[in-house]
């Protein structure tokens, strides 16, 4: 799509201009650039006050050396970021991310959509996002241990609980979260809310591990059932097969519907008698194998090579849980095709602009990540909240708490959607609401 408002155009022009070659970034501001062209139009006062220069440049980007020595005694150099993008309604916050495809531009780009979504949570939290292109897979625990320390060395000086609190992502789960909480809590001296995913015995959250899983169903089923639809003996595919998968996986099947294919980035498995979950959290929790093992188990189960495959399965409810960009216009031509009626993004940006437009030109219920899996980062704020007064909540409240967010996000995007003349595009309604409490936090603030 092309802006129609010039402002727009120019903007995005300076934006690919001053960050080169950062092509997930570009991606991910068009398109809130995009929905916001009917806001800025009505709203000449953020263009006046350079809400939106300010909203697209980082307030800080930490980039590091992160050495380490691996088990054979050979020195190893990473690289670590902390993108700090906005902090107009609350401290940074939002996950780390250890894969060897992160740079600079992966790091913005999550960063970026974290401000939207934060808000989207109404708790109060900035946007950030950090991580490393170093690869946990085939690591020993010591080597990631060790690497964990050497980059929370640095991170530390950056980080705290009023200031930005770092959570998981791909490739950093509870092990990781132990290992840098340890390292934080050894030089700074300080017992503290600064992490959150942690484990139960050391100030977690119940809920935090399912929370992103079980948001993505309890969004999804608000939007089915305001089309007078649900999971209800539904055939369900997703993608991925980490904490964000398993946990969809779990709470999709706990509301009638049947999950058929799970994947990781090797390939992909098809058990039409619905995935045995309990081996999948065996293989993948416990003993950190390939998705492919399960046909060891299951026999009759179907495995293939490659991930993209995943799409051409006839499904109902497609839920996206494992990376940017894994749902191309191919596979949402093949989607529709098979009756698809629903997607919703459990990764960040999983799916293409191209995919997307496809999609909702089809008339397949779309909910765009910011709003759908916003339940991991709701869950971490509600773990700062236990941890600032020192107690801990039950399953059942965080649970109904994380509910209650998911339903009132999927509220706010579609009357967002309404007001502005959008009725049903989700992606427009998640970006004007999540765009409006930061914009006018900013505006309050002055310009800084
Ligand atoms: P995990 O590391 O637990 O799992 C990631 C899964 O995605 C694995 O199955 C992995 O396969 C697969 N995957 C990763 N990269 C690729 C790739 N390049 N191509 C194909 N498959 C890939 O991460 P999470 O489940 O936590 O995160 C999944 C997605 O959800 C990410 O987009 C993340 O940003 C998003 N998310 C996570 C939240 C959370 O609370 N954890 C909250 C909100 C969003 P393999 O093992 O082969 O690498
Ligand atoms: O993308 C995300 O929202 C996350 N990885 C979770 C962030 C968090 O702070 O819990």
Known sequence: MNFKNKYLAELMERIIARNPGEKEFHQAVREVL??????????PEYIEQGVLERLVEPERIIKFRVPWIDDN?????????????????????????FHPSVYEGIIKFLGFEQIF???????????GKGGSDFDPKGKSDREVMRFCQSFMTELSKHIGSYTDIPAGDIGVGSREIGYLFGQYKRINNRFSGVLTGKSLEYGGSLARTEATGYGLCYFTDAMLRDHGSSFEGKTVVISGSGNVAIYATQKATE?????????????????????????????????RKRIKEYINVHPDAEYHEGCKGIWSIKCDIALPCATQNELDEESAKLLVENGCIAVAEGANMPSTPEAIEYLQKNNVLFGPAKAANAGGVATSALEMSQ??????????????MLKDIMENIYSNASAAAEEYNMKGNLVAGANIAGFLKVANAMLEQGVV
């Open 34 to 43: 995009e929905s916001l062209e009917p806001v800025v139009e009505k709203h």
């Open 255 to 287: 509301l009638g519907a049947k999950v058929v294919a799970l994947s990781d980035s090797n390939g992909y498995i098809y058990d039409k008698l619905g995935i045995d979950l309990d081996l999948v959290k065996k293989l993948k929790e416990v003993e």
């Open 117 to 127: 979504k934060n808000s989207l949570t109404g708790l109060p939290i900035g946007g």
């Open 387 to 400: 941890n600032s007064i020192r107690g801990s909540w039950t399953f059942e409240k965080v649970d109904k």
């Open 73 to 97: 005694g050979t020195v190893r150099v990473n690289r670590g970021f902390r993108v700090q993008f906005n902090s107009a309604i609350g401290p940074y916050k939002g996950g780390l991310r």
